[in-house]
DNA sequence: GTCTTTTGTGAATGTGCGTTCACAATATAG
DNA sequence: CTATATTGTGAACGCACATTCACAAAAGAC
């Protein structure tokens, strides 16, 4: 079945990427051992060639998810000096994000992170977190270099900057594709920034 | 096992309720009939005197909550004149309402919804486009009032608007109860009705 | 080249779970 | 009070699916 044997690191990544795939189309209750292994183009039992159970496959799409947040954070902080400038580019970075990996809502609101091994809840619960540290910390900074309005706290501003993607990207889902996320983030960015922005 | 004998109405609504209880404690992948049955005092073969299927329940369960939905909006309507008002009374109920019915965020983020027959995938679009064009007359009218600026799209903010408690809701879940979803909502608010509220 | 390790295969196992069905108990109608 | 409909029970069926295992083939070591 398979053309060739792999190395087991190339088989990894090889098998993340199919299971978002397989996610994106067929939802988390449909990524089954054999569904990932034909994506692959493998047979069931390879798959434990290279992850000791399905769980540890998610284990690692999570890992993936955490580093490519944590580098589209770093990634705009450096690009930009404001700390507006910065947080909109990371929306746009977050939109393209979820939409080239348009399984990730559906894994992290799916039962297999609050049915599944309390372990797997507890990593992406620290994933969020991190995440929302470092928009926080965005915020902080916009505050200090007089961008941002002092009043607002950075931990809710930053919970309320997901919200500007999360609803949308139910409804994309939702929609079978129908309903444009890019558009509804660049409108929501608008009404945000103008709560946000120092008079 | 059943202490009496019920009639089917009230057996098809102890069931919907505990459906809701169960996914609540065990999670949407913990809802199996057996479960389902002891919760009601039942005996799996049971149910289905009251629900050719399982899926039948959840049917119901989205059925409530629409109209919970819905009679939350009629009723801010009704008792409070002004839109910012009468939204921000909305955002309070909303959030009872997910407080009492934990497992509701849950439900409509579970692979139930996005995996499942796709008649209740379309269900659950339904729910949320009522809901969200109700909220977006809301603000249609406030514009229309005066009070709302008329520079934002009331879909967009009609959008906007369920991202002030989604996000909150999942953190609420993975925190185990730990994160403050009324706290944040209040605030969140706050930036919110910033950038609506005409100067 | 031979030996060992790594990777892939196909069949089999076990389990959880939705659903069905024949039968029992209770309620309702006439 | 009797007949019928409604509701509840326990056992059994079947299916989907994760996982295991003995064996085969390719890759790497020496």
Redesign the pocket.
Known sequence: ??N?????EV?REQIARAALDVMARRGVR?????ALARSVG?????????F????HVLDLVLDQLREHLLANVEAVQAERADALEALHALLRRHVKLLRENQAIPLLVFSDQIYSGRAERKTKMHAILQSYLAAVGDLIRAGQQARSIQSGVDPAVAAVLFLGLVQPAAILWHLSEGGFDVTRQAERAWRIFAKAMRRP
Not at 4 to 8: D, G, H, Q, R, S
Not at 52 to 55: E, G, H, L, R
């Open positions: 079945m398979a060739e044997k792999e190395k087991t088989r449909g990524l089954s051992v054999a493998l047979v069931p039992s390879a798959i434990y060639r290279h000791p159970s399905k769980d």
